[in-house]
């Protein structure tokens, strides 16, 4: 039940219909940080749609999506695989204790020529 | 004042194309795909054979609701009757607003020889409406009704 | 006053199970006019029918009401049970108490009070009917076939066979189609040209058969039996029947680099050329975007070394009316424009091609005569990639594909990739598939054929991105059964690229007023029950115009559809539907509203001289409508302001009456 | 032809030169970007997730400044062209977001995607026109072949940013066309940089900046050209010893119309 | 204006141009005008008239005279031009028998309104620049604005312009005029449901089925009315009952809707001052709002809105949503 709640969840904020997926693969081929990552664009698709959501939370993989839309741009049946990974990414960074990226982390990842981009951006995406 | 009566049923006639709306009210019975009895069917071959005279006969004679299906626009087994219709339910519709009918006593709905489904969920809908808008009172003649 | 007889069925239970038919029955007896009413169990059945006849001529019944299952169901059993006794069959009608009343009402008070009302506006209608006699067309004993590919080439020798004149009009210069640029054939790999040339020639010879190449529809007009087209023959700049074929001016030609069409650009022609060798008719034709002569004047060599003077540089457009009796839609297909699927790098390498292009690299009389060569170095590929489903079976709203499957790549791919291993085992061949689709007789032995005889790395994924890089194609695919990225150095990428209708499909639709799909493919009449015909009366379908298919599959239809044209010419009139629009001269005003909203150009007017009351005559304008040609829509009666036009069997009384009744 | 200048964060600071160029070349060409006051942080990435509201706000913010001033507001980066675009396509057409941003904010008139959200080389191809700069070029690029770098946020979702063909764009191939350089075209140029992975797995970055590199001088480019100071912080760092220069599109329209 | 009309028409009568003359006859009084043919120049001294008063439209006349031998000239007046044209449309008039004389119209006044103002017994009325002088048998004059005693088709005229014609008696053509005359029909739609019911009641509770509207309307040329021809099913000579003229008018305004020109001529007729011109205008708005400007009888017209269609025309549910039409 709880994993259904979760399931729910994370197809409202994704905001797309894993249903209408062919299970063709095409993202997971188009996927240009594919070997860097356990779980692929074409899993997290699948596992959200059968409610297999906690090996997604548990996996490194969250965080290897560079959200660089070709799985989306590239998916025949317009089923946007990204928004599954970013759904799951929220669903576990928004709970507590979860941030993967602390302030106190940065001074040593600064760089002379860093982006204040980087930064903002990496925030975005790892820390709630 | 008359006296709502209380054993009131609307009374709906659906004005259906044969080639698509028809065979998709076929279609909702051979699905066995419930609707209310209220509406009854009248076959025409073309949405664009619906003359706004039979609508406003069917007011006058009572009925509290008239509704027109046809096939989908770009469907149509004569090839434009339905865009003809369509221009001409909507100048209808809106000349009966004009004439402070209320919104929704008529409607027009494409409904294709495939979709039963549709079919009855539009005429559950449609009686839906019609029930939450009350008997027809505006358009009916009095004379024809009590008789 | 109509002596009317009502008769109730019960459907078996279908409708005695929910509706009280003794009721209505006997309710509807009392209606006025009504001098007979009974139910019976099966009023369909033969003994059902004979108590229809028999009750017809006991009680001298006038008009028919069957309360039954739906008119599109057996109004016509019963109609032709009414003429078999006398009574003319548009005297009957049916009130539709099955699918209406009893399969979608439960409680049997409320299905038997809308039984009876259902009856009651029948029997209101029948009151106004009136006999009618459908009227009688002639047949012109020709056919029109549109398309020269092996649909249209089959449809024509078949009609042709039974002793009938078609016209094949193709639009370019040779008949033939895409079948002839084919290598070989699924799933018996004989070559498309062995079996496809025989039947261009038989065509060509048969007596009945009459080929306009090189030429286009430009109008039809006219209905079932009597179409009138006309038919464009664009200007070759050759005399069609002075040129022999013997092919020098296309040697001689000077303007060399005309991207040849026939091999997909894949080589170049001469700008005066014969598409291919076994062309019908094999004559030459000047292309005027490049020849020389026509675009500055000066060169004439075609002219000077032909032997028949067959050249003729003024030579002009030219139309031709022809009058058929049916037309069959041959327009065949196309492959998709992959410029919107650009991740498989087709803009960008001469390497990655698509499928058809790859039928060319593997022909005998193609550019590369038959040697497998890559289009940029012509050296030998050694790692091929075929990508499945390129713009097949996307999502609706998509603006790249087509929403449904194109059904014949899956097997000319395992044919490609089958072919190639055959031809050259060194060869590493990988098929990318999202799922192998081979239903056919011998469809699935072939494929399997491919994976296990010839060893065709079947991977159920799909490629993601091409990226040429030193001359090579770095492929990268998911193969999702090992949950893994591949990364393929490939030396050819071949898409199967979704197939579409044939760009004149549209245009041509209109001018038949033949329906087609979002798709552009033509619709059938009924997609189960009459899959040849349009729903246009007169007009036949045949091969690719109406949905995806094989040669086998095309080749049938093409059969099917030539059967049925011949059951159309084979009689000698046509006999129509009754149910037509007509005008009372009377009352009408002339005005030309209704010709204008009529669809099938069924309203023409004419002058006629009226007596007027005061005994004076006066010249009036009105409307005739072409009985033959109306197709009883009804768009002309509402339009008509003073009423004069309306349509047998559903007159603006009769529908009123309908009304009325059910709004007792 | 004035538009409102969003630059954001990035080119305030470690892309002046992105900032620098785009407003003098802008000048030169007739276009006055006047920069929004008080503008706001992008945020970096657009907020994917539906539910996403508060992240979605800055922009907002921009936005709505840009409507009460009456103007289409212009970005050169890429990332905050892409936020911003797809933050205003979300107000405009989902009902959803467009409630509760509102209802938040609580503007003097409610927010429904009227800003017209550009970016640069867009004002370039579509409002000065390529043409026209070609003929103001002083010191044509002639010679030097250039690789058109987009990266994702320029492109994808296509449907939403509406730039150019995802797969096949053309728009910064004829912007070097127009400026006398040799477009080089390469399969990755619209493949990912590594983006903001480079924050703590190097390995992302490198191998992805690398792929692109790799294959832009296989194809014979001796320059690579970008609009987002990510990429060229990822692009940059592979570069070294490459003999590959990356520069941002506005330096080169800079140096050809002679006001570098 | 007057006189000139008819010198113009004995010269055409006398080079036998024309056989007779269409124009407006004296009455009983100096307001009760009516159509009139006229064979012979005694004639049109005798009674053609021109003048403030000379509203009816006359083109509707010509279809029955086109019918006849001989050629007749034709006064007319810009709206009646409109309708002509639209008649020539329909082909119901003959062109080549008739000789069109395009006379200027700077409005017409409407008698029940100078009377509201308490003039009685007038013997003349001029023109002047913005005003009518009237005398009265009582020796008074009067001078009235003429806008507040136009009637309603003049107020609301929407075009000077004589789009059909041989000559012009002035020798220029006007052109259109910017007018307002869909407010009230916005005004109407601005009402709630149940106001606007209540207006049309009243306002068509009052119909007596004289059949003025019907009679002198040019759209309305039907060999025989639908309401008069036992065989359409609707047969109705006299209204029983509200919802019978409901349907007459609903169907009438529907049967001239693409063809109305909005003369104005249903509504200065009628004998209970019915604003049918507000049914008729609705369609027209409509039309205007959902298929594209259109203007019957402005030129040669094949097909009018009600006859044509576009594949992308919004749907009848529009009028259930679209904004403006009452809450």
Known sequence: MENNNLREQILFTANADPKKCMKCGKCSGACPNYDEMEYHPHQFVSMVQNGDIEPLLKSESLYLCLTCMVCVERCPRNVQPARFIEAVRLAKIRQQGENRLTPQQIPAKIEEDTPQQLLVSAFRKYTK | MQVKNENWKPLIVAFCCNWCSYAGADLAGTNRLNYPADVKIIRVPCSCRVNPMFILRAFQRGADGVIVCGCHPGDCHYTSGNYYARRRMTLLFSMLDYLGIEKGRTRVEWVSAAEGQKFAETMNSFVETITSLGENKRLEDLRCKTE | ?664 | MEFLYYPGCTLKNKAKDLDLYARRTAEALGVTLTELPEWQCCGGVYPLGRDEIATKLSSVRNLIAARDAGRDLVTVCAACHNVVKQVNHDMATDDYIRTRVNNYLQPETPYEGETQVLHLLEVLRDKVGFDAIREKVVKPLTGRKIGAYYGCLLLRPSKVLAFDDPENPTIIEDFLRALGAEPVIYAQRNECCGAYAAIENENVPKKRAGAVLSNAKANGAEELVTACPLCMYNLKKQADGTGVKVTYFTELLAEALDIR | MQDRMIARAKELLADGTVDRVMGWKKGEFLYDATPAVFYSAEELDAGFVMNAFTAANVSKYLIKETKKEGKILAFLKPCDSFSFRQLMNEHRVDRDKVYIVGIPSWGKADMEKIRQKGITGITSIEEREGDFVVNTILRETHVIKKYDVYLEKCKNCKSKEIVVYDELLDGENGAAVTNSRFDEVAKLEAMTPDERFAFWQNELSRCIRCNACRNVCPACTCEKCVFDNPKSGLENKAAATSFEENMFHIIRAFHVAGRCTDCGECSRVCPQHIPLHLLNRKFIKDMNELYGDFQAGEAEQQRHPVTSYRTDDAEPGVIYTRGGTGK
């Open chain 3, 1 to 664: 006053m109509q002596r009317i007889g009502v008769f109730v069925c019960w459907c078996g239970s279908n409708i005695a199970g929910t509706v009280d038919v003794k009721k209505v029955a006997e309710t509807l007896g009392h209606e006025p006019g009504v001098v007979f009413s009974t139910d019976y169990q099966y009023m369909c059945s033969q003994s059902g029918q004979d108590l229809v006849k028999d009750s017809i001529r006991t009680y001298n019944l006038t008009g028919v009401v069957i309360c039954s299952c739906s008119p599109r169901m057996h109004e016509n059993t019963f109609r032709k049970a009414a003429a078999s006794v006398g009574l003319n069959p548009y005297m009957v009608e049916i009130a539709n108490i099955r699918e209406q009343v009893s399969w979608i009402h439960k409680d049997m008070e409320t299905a038997t009070e809308k039984a009876i009302i259902l009856g009651r506006a029948a029997i209101a209608k029948v009151h106004l009917n009136a006999p009618l006699i459908a009227g009688e067309t002639p047949v012109t004993k020709r056919a029109l076939v549109i398309g020269g590919g092996i649909a249209g080439i089959q449809t024509a020798l078949d009609i042709a066979e039974a002793g009938f004149e078609v016209d094949i009009v193709e639009k370019s210069p040779t008949i033939g189609g895409k079948m002839a640029q084919i290598d070989k054939t699924f799933p018996t790999l004989d070559c498309a040209a062995c079996i496809l040339t025989p039947k261009m020639v038989e065509a060509s010879q048969q007596e009945n058969i009459n080929i306009y190449a090189f030429s286009e529809v430009d109008e039809v007009k006219g209905f079932v039996g009597n179409f009138t087209v006309k038919i464009r023959r664009k200007a070759r700049y050759v005399k069609e029947e002075l040129c022999t074929g013997c092919g020098l001016c296309t040697e001689k030609c000077p303007q060399k680099k005309v991207p040849d069409e026939f091999n997909l650009g894949l080589s170049n022609r001469r700008a005066i050329y014969i598409p291919f060798a076994q062309a019908v008719p094999k004559v030459a034709t000047i292309d005027p975007n490049y020849c020389t002569m026509l675009k500055t004047g000066k060169c004439g060599v075609c002219s000077k070394v032909c032997g028949v003077k067959a050249i003729d540089y003024t030579q002009k457009d030219e139309i031709v009316e022809r009058k058929y009796g049916a037309i069959v839609v041959a327009t065949g297909f196309e492959p998709i424009k992959v410029d919107k699927f650009e991740e498989f790098a087709y803009a960008q390498s001469p390497d990655v091609v698509t499928s058809l292009e790859y039928e060319r690299l593997m022909n005998a009389a193609g550019p590369t005569g038959g040697t497998l060569l890559r289009p940029s170095d012509k050296t030998h590929p050694h790692t091929i990639v075929f990508v499945q489903c390129v713009g097949s079976r996307c999502d609706e709203k998509s603006e790249k594909g087509k929403p449904y499957c194109s059904k014949v790549c899956c097997m000319y791919t395992a044919k490609h990739a089958m072919l190639t291993r055959e031809k050259y085992p060194d060869t590493e061949v990988y098929v990318f598939y999202i799922d192998v689709r081979t239903p056919g007789k011998n469809f699935d032995e072939f494929y399997r054929r491919a994976v296990e005889h010839y060893g065709v790395h079947y991977v159920k994924g799909m490629v993601g991105k091409v990226t040429p890089e030193n001359g090579k194609l770095k492929v990268q695919a998911s193969d999702l059964l090992d949950n893994r990225q591949l990364h393929i150095d490939a030396d050819m990428v071949v898409l199967a690229a979704a197939i579409e209708p044939d760009k004149s499909a549209r245009p041509l639709a209109t001018m038949l007023t033949a329906s087609m799909d979002t798709n552009d493919f033509f619709t059938e009449a009924h997609p189960k029950l009459r899959p040849v015909e349009s729903p246009t009366a007169g007009v036949f379908l045949s091969g690719m115009c109406q949905g995806p298919k094989d040669i086998p599959e095309t080749v049938s239809q093409a059969s099917a559809c030539a059967a049925k044209v011949i059951g159309l010419l084979v009689k000698d009139k046509l006999v129509g539907n009754p149910c037509v629009a007509h005008s009372d001269e009377m009352m009408c005003n002339g005005c030309s509203q209704c010709q204008n909203v009529c669809p099938y150009g069924a309203i023409t007017y004419t002058e006629k001289e009226f007596r007027m009351p005061d005994r004076t005559t006066a010249v009036r304008r009105v409307a005739q409508v072409n009985p033959a040609v109306c197709q009883g829509c009804g768009a002309c009666t509402v339009t008509c302001p003073s009423g004069a036009m309306d349509l047998f069997g559903f007159s603006n009384n009769q529908i009123m009456a309908e009304v009325d009744a059910i709004c007792k």
